[in-house]
């Protein structure tokens, strides 16, 4: 009987550990707020930090692969962000892998509980790439639009399905089957701004990420993989996934 007692000791103090590791892991997001000339007050970091915190967490029990540590920079910028909620972002692959948060402070006239719903998306779309090795400068996936394409996407949909918040900017016109064609004809040396975040010559916008997320969304629907099952798979098989 003593020594039944002793392994489940044993086997309960392994499971604090365990725990414990796993919540250790889980906390290793260090967030640092940017502050030039528009400061933050000391609400407002408390609770975009919660805020980081929690919904990296969720990112966390979701997606593998995300590196031990994380670093998130704040910043509040007078860029007019309105069409995506007001928060914007970007992955780099630094020492730590680094997330810089641009938060509008003049949408909704700079009260930062309107951008929860931005920022908590954010959060999810980079911590993506982070898991995925995906980053405008560095990555795993090679040159080309066409992988921007297919990683935006990706960030895109896994983001829109676990936080249920869908930006405008984002969502794809019934032109999307062109629009994909059209980036998989490119070369490789094509303009990321022009066909992938920013505004093309002939006035479209956010190209990759509309063409992306119609992309993604058809390759699950014709293979009948989750998204997390997606996010696992190189750039052309997605593509071949969705009929291309």
């Not at 408390?46 to 990112?59: C, D, M, P, T, Y």
């Not at 995300?66 to 007078?78: C, F, G, R, T, W």
Request: a neutral charge.
């Amino acid at each position: 009987m003593k020594i039944l007692k002793s392994f489940a000791l044993i086997v309960l103090i392994l499971c604090v550990v365990a725990c414990n590791s796993r919540q250790s892991q889980l906390g290793k997001i260090k967030i640092v707020f940017q502050e030039d000339s528009l400061k933050f007050t000391g609400p407002q970091k408390i609770f975009v930090s919660e805020l980081i915190n929690k919904s990296g967490r969720e990112v966390c029990n979701v997606l593998p692969n995300l590196p031990d540590s994380i670093k998130v920079v704040v910043e509040s910028v007078n860029w007019d962000l309105d069409d995506i909620g007001g928060v914007t972002g970007r992955t780099e692959w630094n020492s730590p892998p680094t997330i810089a948060i641009q938060l509008s402070n003049s949408y909704y006239g700079g009260i930062v509980d309107s951008l929860e719903l931005g920022i908590k998306s954010v959060v999810f779309h980079e911590f993506h790439h982070l898991a995925r090795g995906w980053a405008i400068y560095d990555n795993k996936f090679g040159y080309g639009i066409p992988n921007a394409m297919v990683n935006e996407g990706l960030a895109v949909v896994f983001a829109e399905i676990q936080t249920g918040y869908i930006c405008d900017a984002n969502s794809f016109t019934v032109e999307a089957d062109s629009w994909v064609k059209e980036i998989l004809d490119l070369p490789l040396d094509a303009s990321y701004n022009k066909w992938v975040m920013g505004e093309h010559p002939d006035g479209r916008t956010s190209i990759g990420y509309r063409a992306g997320n119609y992309l993604i969304r058809k390759a699950m629907k014709k293979s009948g993989k989750s998204i997390i099952e997606l996010s696992a798979l190189k750039p052309n098989e997605i593509i071949s996934l969705a009929g291309y």
